[in-house]
């Protein structure tokens, strides 16, 4: 059963960068889609962005241009860059990995979270 592990979340001031890390506990994450959301305080848990099994990824408007995704299937590690971040960005994000069945889409297998607080 795989396991996703987060790190990489901190405090940084506006117009700073982060990077996340999600670790798989074994070599078979690297043939699923891995999602990123996150979830502020009060609000709902939004999808951030994606990357599919072979490094193609995609990103919300929100953060399109200053967010960036990657994977290293090497060393069971996805990635997330986190650039000119703004106060709104301030969450909780999570990794998930990506199922589908019957063309529905779900995540099943979930983080713990890190907290990026933007001041």
């Known amino acids: 059963h795989v396991q996703l592990v987060e790190s990489g979340g901190g405090s940084v001031q506006a117009g700073g960068s982060l990077r996340l890390s999600c670790a798989a506990s074994?070599?078979?994450?690297?043939?699923?889609?891995i999602g990123w959301f996150r979830q502020a305080l009060g609000r709902e848990r939004e999808g951030v962005g994606g990357i599919d099994s072979d490094g193609v990824t995609s990103y919300a408007d929100s953060v399109k241009g200053r967010f960036t995704g990657s994977r290293d299937n090497a060393k069971n590690t996805l990635n997330l860059e986190l650039n000119s971040l703004e106060i709104q960005d301030t969450a909780t994000y999570y990794c998930?990995?990506?199922?589908?069945?019957?063309?529905?889409?779900?995540?099943?297998?979930w983080g713990q979270g890190t907290q990026v607080t933007v001041s």
């Open positions: 998930a990995r990506q199922r589908t069945n019957g063309g529905s889409r779900y995540f099943d297998v």
């Open positions: 074994d070599s078979t994450y690297s043939r699923y889609c």
